[in-house]
């Protein structure tokens, strides 16, 4: 009976040797690929300046930075008011100061033009309205499952009623991005965008999402939480993009260039312009860890 089953995993010893032994590393020669053009131009509702880039991408294996396109004429129209901002390029953006006012207002569309190349390129979209933050908690927690012991800041917030508002939440680290914490895409509080839970308070995963269990805070810590309005279209390509930026793993899909709202009006043209147009209403609220 020994030999028996010693025979029977004979096969699964010689396919995991099979997988730990045959690595072998293979230097590609590819093809160096077009230098695609792309927009990151988001557009608030906060005083200050605003600014939008406009990059040529460096190829995929390359450690290079992306090349700023400095001779494009950039413009944003307040369709809704009937007024343009012109954009001028500097250290490597184009930007625009709206000093102590914005150029964002809450229900006004908005339209991107571009002139560049010898052609025109635009992208529109509406400034959405936003929720308010009720608060943010701390409270200072044992190891438990898997979460590190440490302080762990709670989101505290609802959806406003009366339509589905998107949402996309990025939460802060004494002054920068905390990476240990995913950005969030949320409907009305929620992962779904069905209007069932319009006017509710924003379900445990939204709540909880601005600590990471294996990364709590500590004290003295500045935590702050930002909450951005998105119109739908903008709330359904940013989830394109975060799936792309979680993209990995032996079932990871294969990626693509994520699709654009940026059109280019010679129609006939095969000149493209990729990334996106965007407005945003802005809430924060920060809070001072203490054990």
Known sequence: MRIKSFIKYIPIVLLAFSFASCTKVINLDLPTGEALPYVDAWITDQSGVQTIKFLKATNYLSSNDAVPVSDAQISVTDITAGKTYAFSYQNGAYTYDAGSK?????????????????????????????????????????????????????????????????????TYLNGSLDYHVSDM?????????????????????????????????????????????????????????????????????????????????????????YGWFGTTAEISQSVTVHD
């Open 185 to 273: 895409l949320s409907a009305d509080g929620t992962f779904n965008d069905d209007g069932l839970s319009d006017g509710y308070a924003f379900i445990p995963p939204f709540r909880d999402g601005v600590t990471a269990g294996d990364h709590p805070y500590q004290k003295g810590d500045q935590v702050k939480v930002l909450i951005r309005s998105l119109s739908r279209d903008s709330w359904k390509f940013m989830q394109q993009v975060l799936d792309q930026l979680a993209n990995d793993g032996l079932f990871s899909k294969v990626m693509h260039n994520v699709p654009t709202n940026i059109k280019n009006l010679q129609s006939d043209s095969k000149l493209k312009v």
């Open 102 to 170: 914005s150029i964002g207002v809450r229900g006004h569309l908005y339209k991107l033009n571009i002139a560049w190349s010898g052609q025109q390129f635009e992208a529109t979209d509406t400034l959405k309205r936003n929720t308010t933050i009720d608060s943010l908690t701390s409270e200072y927690k044992k190891a438990e499952n898997g979460d590190k012991e440490g302080d762990y800041v709670k989101l505290w917030a609802h959806d406003v009623t009366g339509a589905v508002d998107y949402y996309w939440i990025r």
